[in-house]
């Protein structure tokens, strides 16, 4: 009788639970939905799902509003660096989820050359710099890719106006090709910016790549906000 009450509890638990998770699961996954809301750069808070089906109903900008709870017909701009010729724009306008961080991504073309801009927003952080009122500057990694084999990442500045809604990159400067950014840390003054990442070491053995950790800060110059000096 005792193992038969035995193998009765044990049943009945392995029937049970599984019961308890999933409802907790459906429960969690309705909340999450149904139930998230996000307060706008004007300080209006709306729901999650009726933004988002506002944003493909107007055309709003799907990674302002993701970045910067900004609505806006205008997309995130970065510009392609080291350009000789005329600033080429690229319009960040998909958001994309890689190694469990988040990308602001956009396509860009330059004759018969065609690339990608893609911009991590997981890793922005805001620059303490002495600037004006309703002015905001931020440093953000992004990489440039193109038909070739190398993808070539950059550390962008940015300023945000909180009270004209826009966003305007500002300067851009190389740290590496494939690497992969561990953290960025701006300093309290606003004057530096260390970045620590690793890097492929190919020198050791032919036929294996390792991750060499590698820190660098760059300068930036507090009177007009951009990268200064530049690094060589």
Do not use: C
Request: glycine share 4%.
């Amino acid at each position: 009788m005792a193992f038969k009450k035995r193998f009765w509890i044990t049943l009945s638990s392995l029937i049970i639970l599984p019961t308890i998770v999933i409802i907790m699961g459906i429960y969690q996954f309705s909340y999450t939905n149904a139930d998230i809301y996000i307060e706008l750069a004007d300080g209006e808070v709306v729901q999650y799902d009726k933004l988002m089906r506002e944003a493909e109903k107007k055309g709003y900008s799907k990674v302002m509003l993701s970045l910067f709870s900004i609505r806006t017909l205008q997309d995130f701009i970065v510009f392609l660096p080291e350009q000789d010729s005329a600033p080429i724009a690229v319009p960040l306008n998909e958001i994309k989820k890689q190694e469990m961080q988040r990308w602001a991504t956009g396509q860009y073309s330059i004759g018969e050359e065609r690339g990608n801009i893609s911009l991590n927003f997981d890793t922005i952080r805001t620059i303490n710099a002495d600037i004006k009122d309703n002015q905001i500057i931020f440093a953000a990694p992004f990489s440039v890719s193109n038909q070739g084999s190398g993808v070539f990442f950059y550390l962008g500045l940015f300023s945000q106006d909180t009270k004209r809604h826009t966003i305007n990159h500002i300067d851009s400067i190389f740290i590496g090709d494939r690497v992969n950014i561990v953290s960025i840390e701006p300093d309290n003054q606003g004057r530096l910016i260390a970045i620590e990442y690793t890097e492929r070491d190919t020198a050791s053995e032919a036929d294996k790549t390792t991750l060499s950790p590698v820190t660098v800060e760059f300068s930036l110059n507090t009177e007009q906000v951009r990268f200064s000096p530049k690094p060589k």
